[in-house]
């Protein structure tokens, strides 16, 4: 007997939360979820175990060579479904969850309600005659009982389940596995060998939020380099996204600036984009949206903001416009905008 997908099903039910939502979600980075829910009924996934097994393979090999993208995890679960993996499926369909909520494409209560939604389809379906109904959904609830308590931080719990459903799972970089790292590194239990384990697996989760974010919440005690710099990337995937604020905090504490100061905070590319935006739109006050950063103490990121800024003052309009601002401002600020337009010492 077969039977629709039902982490598909979860998907359709997102597609409709976050349309009755009413999200602005225009950023080029943050996923479709019509797009994502349209590629289960337009592809036929391999029709036997042996050519699934291939796909899967196929699957992880792409993540490795270029990142996570949109309907990877999607696939997946369908085929995992397929083979009546349902704890895989079911990591698998969080895996492209949790990817979109970092572009915040999607709320957190949209994915706990879906993830409840399915456990309750599990209950109610439909099973075929010989088949263990009982030990399904077991695996169904423990498998997303694992992620809900992921989702809501409980890592004791989220570890226990997660290891417990992954038992057979031999990938080291797996979805599975970097869940129990992100367990293991927020408990504490890691240390300095779980933190190198989990920068080399960086390839698969490049285009992840979450990854990065988690990285840099670690990593911050300890490697403050290693913090900042995945607390960036964290930021240019999603600088509108749940985890960008936190990474600017965590920023501000690897320079020593007060918590106050981290929404003045902005990446190096953040700079660079808007700097070439007002150069490219000849718009001077375009800058000011990096007034705040370079009204902060010595850093790295306001010097190179100044500087950035400096190379516009060549042109009259730039050196016009941060004049017009100096005189209008008084403090750091004002001597930020100085040095910027005359080339005065800081």
Not at 10 to 34: H, I, V
Not at 132 to 146: L, P, Q
């Amino acid at each position: 007997m077969r039977h629709f997908l039902l982490f598909s099903f979860l998907f359709l039910l997102l597609t409709l939360a976050s349309c009755s939502e009413g999200k602005d979600n225009s950023s080029a980075a943050a996923p479709r979820y019509a797009q994502s829910a349209r590629s289960v009924q337009n592809a036929q996934y391999a029709r036997d175990a042996n050519a699934r097994e291939e796909s899967l393979v196929d699957l992880a090999e792409k993540e490795r060579a270029g990142g996570f993208v949109q309907g990877l995890g999607l696939a997946e679960s369908a085929m995992r479904e397929q083979d009546g993996d349902y704890a895989g499926a079911a990591l698998a369909a969080y895996k492209e969850l949790a990817w979109a909520y970092g572009y915040g494409a999607v709320s957190k209560e949209a994915i706990e309600h879906g993830l409840n939604s399915v456990k309750e389809l599990f209950q109610i379906r439909q099973y075929d005659e010989g088949v263990n109904k009982e030990e399904i959904i077991e695996s169904v609830n423990s498998a997303v009982n694992g992620i809900l308590a992921f989702i809501n931080g409980d890592w004791v719990t989220a570890e226990h389940l997660i290891a417990r459903t992954s038992a057979d799972d031999y990938e080291t970089d797996s979805f599975a596995q970097w869940m129990l790292m992100v367990c293991r590194l927020e408990t504490g239990n890691g240390g300095k060998a779980m933190q190198s384990a989990y920068s080399g697996i960086r390839s698969r989760y490049v285009n992840f939020p979450e990854y990065w974010y988690r990285g840099a919440l670690s990593a911050a005690p300890s490697f403050g380099a290693v913090a900042a710099d995945f607390a960036e990337r964290c930021i240019n995937l999603a600088p509108d996204g749940p985890y960008a604020s936190e990474c600017r905090k965590i920023i501000a504490g690897v320079l020593g600036l007060p918590m106050e100061e981290a929404p003045s905070i902005k990446t190096m590319a953040e700079i660079e984009r808007a700097v070439a935006q007002a150069a490219h739109e000849s718009k001077p006050e375009a800058l000011s949206i990096l007034f705040p950063l370079i009204s902060l103490p010595d850093n790295t990121y306001t010097l190179y903001a100044a500087g950035a800024m400096r190379t516009l003052a060549k042109t009259e309009a730039f050196a016009s416009y941060f004049l017009e601002q100096q005189e209008r401002s008084s403090g750091r600020l004002a001597e930020r905008l100085a040095y910027i337009a005359r080339g005065n010492a800081l």
